[in-house]
């Protein structure tokens, strides 16, 4: 077997100390051209390749980036976790993904544990409102911080999703087709995509001279579970929606589960869009309208920007991204029985 070359080797062949070979492969500024290209030439030559675990703890660099999710098992999420992982990898950074099952302990928990010399950044996208001892502890981290689809704190970098434009072309859409009892499902106000996906909703109707019915504007959860229960619940009422919106990415499948329980027919019984396209709105029959944005396009764009406060530090003013929306009606909408 080939002996692997070491550090002395290199310093040997380059008649050069061990030192001035670490400050090379450490791309110290204090060294002199001709001993930089000694070194290079050795390091080519031998096919030496430094320990990179050993030059990042000299560094104070990890190499690694954390990720902070709600769930990292909801599909739509992979474009987001895929693209980031392919940038870091390409910088030389690893992607460390954790789950938060959305508790707000265990995200100021994990924020603690990894900012603790484990990640050279974080990548988040908190379920709990910023505030009090939450946003505290962010001020507080020691690494650089790229919040993914949150608003808040205005001091951090940020990417979102344009949920209010994408949702008031849904809602237009369905009060187009005569629609007037449209259920809005979203998560907390207190998060951008709650919040945001409100105000389109209200600005659809506000734009026909219509206010929406405010008990079917529900903002709960983004949960699967409670979109199920919500759903069932009110298709029980004696004037029930006519249509749904399911405004979370995980929430279509509590949607559709409560439909069937009650045994109605997508669109014939009642209209549905979900948010973010998906193997289930894609292959349900009739494929499910969605309000959609490029998973991918965030991926990149959140990695990238940690990227550069990594290398380059915090800058003056907070950069806030936003990733536009579209909405593809497909085939789950029609009029409600009242305009047939």
């Known amino acids: 077997m080939a002996k692997i070359p070491t550090i002395r080797d290199v310093a040997l062949l380059a008649n050069v100390s061990i030192g001035s070979v670490s400050r090379v492969v450490n791309d110290a500024a204090d060294v002199k051209p001709n001993i930089r290209k000694a070194v290079e030439r050795a390091i080519q030559e031998l096919g030496y390749v430094p320990n990179a675990l050993a ?63 484990q990640v050279d950044g974080i990548l988040m996208g908190p379920y709990t409102p910023i505030e009090g001892e939450f946003e505290a502890v962010l001020r507080n981290l020691s690494v650089p ?125 009642i209209s549905v869009i979900g948010s973010g396209q998906s193997d289930l709105s894609d292959l349900h029959q009739p494929p499910i309208a969605v309000v959609n944005w490029d998973q991918k396009e965030v991926g990149a764009t959140a990695a990238e920007m940690l990227l550069d406060l990594i290398a380059n530090g915090k800058r003056k003013e907070p950069r806030h991204v936003i990733i536009l929306t579209t909405f593809n009606p497909q085939g789950s909408c029609m009029p409600p029985h009242s305009a047939h």
């Open 55 to 117: 030059k990042s703890m000299r560094m104070g660099r990890t190499r690694t980036v954390g990720c902070i999710l709600r769930e990292i098992n909801i599909g739509q999420l992979g474009g987001f976790i895929s693209t980031a992982q392919n940038i870091l990898n390409e910088s030389g950074y690893a992607l460390l993904i954790a789950n938060s099952e959305g508790r707000r302990q265990r995200e100021i928990e994990l924020l603690r544990s990894l900012t603790n010399g």
């Open 145 to 269: 911080l790229v919040m993914v689809d949150r608003d808040k704190p205005e001091w951090c970098d940020a990417v979102t999703a344009d949920h209010e434009g994408g949702v008031r072309q849904a809602t237009d859409y369905l009060l187009e087709l005569g629609h007037r009892r449209i259920l809005l499902l979203t998560g907390s106000t207190s998060l951008h995509p709650g919040a945001a996906r409100v105000r389109g909703f209200e600005q659809a109707h506000l734009a026909r001279g219509l206010k929406p019915i405010a008990d079917f504007i529900v903002t709960e959860s983004f949960m699967s579970d409670k979109a199920y229960r919500t759903t069932s619940s009110l298709l029980g009422l004696s004037q029930p929606p006519t249509a749904v919106i399911a405004g979370g990415i995980d929430m279509l499948p509590g949607v559709v589960r409560a439909i069937r329980a009650r045994g109605l027919r997508i669109p014939h019984d």
